[in-house]
């Protein structure tokens, strides 16, 4: 897509985009594409236990605490979402996202369902956005075709997208991943539209009325 | 916008876009780029009491009925909107565009911040685009560029201005026409966005899901 967006005017306020997909779905590259394209446009930074590795930065991956500074946060509500994998746990802190959506610039949460329905519950304003696969068959033979999948572990897969499926309804906008080039422009779109939503433009508004009226 | 749409699936349902904005915001040649770009999207087209034109067609310019014949829709509520311009009649017929909406076609209604407003009474689902001028000293300065309006017409274009922005409000989104690349980029995101709305999506979730889950 080549978005002509230079004479691009900042919302009075960015919007948190809340991002789910099943891993297949290209979801990365699609999401990495929005960003070099929609303006103020940017992921969210968790926060994690994980050691920081080769090549990480702080703050720029991800913010590193310790297990005892997590938990402050979550004990404090700071968090949107959080979450733990593999023994590290991962959360979203609300701060830093508000602080970017006050000033007009907006978040990408790239998540999965059932973090996305920990942040609709702690910021309703969140956008929802649902990238389903063109097809179950094509999604199953791209996890093969990769090869380095048990077969369990593609059972396992295939059965948390149907969960997904069930759990699409709770967002507000599905973009079909059929042709990645439909794709991009679909997604860049929801992301541009949101941000032409009446409530975010009410500065230019504002501008345009007399003043003597 | 080089939109590049070619996978496009058709949604469930369509959208019925209700599109106001000053006259002098190139509101005409952003919706006829967009027609062009957006798949299935097309004109709503109006009924009128006034005699056609050379050269205009009946249905595809306009529905040309005769006074009686108008006034019966009025009676049997037949209009989403309707009003006297210079004693003739003009209305949106509610049926071909429902029948347009059930097929996955989505309407595009150019209309005034009023016949915006009856159209929500009779349809609030539809969509409200309300394209707003860059600064009102450049709208003013177009008007009177074109010197074929009297000082007074100008005075109250101005003052229609000012009843409109009061009036944007009540629309879903505010597409800023500073400069026309980026007004197209952002009336098309638009279209495009809405019709990624997941009730608009709903075939695509069910064709996904396993009939055995």
Known sequence: MSLNLSSWTRPDQGALFVVSGASGTGKTTLLREALRHVPDL???????????RAGESEGLDYLFVSPERFQAHVDAGDFLEHAQVYGNRYGTLRAPVQKALAQGLSVVLDIDVQGARQVRKTMPNGIGIFLAPTSIEVLEQRLRARGTEAEHTITLRMAQVQEQLNGSGEFEYVVVNDVLSCAHDCLQAVFVAELQKVHRRQLVIQGLKRQDG
């Open 42 to 52: 940017s992921f969210s930074v968790s926060a994690t236990t994980r050691p920081a």
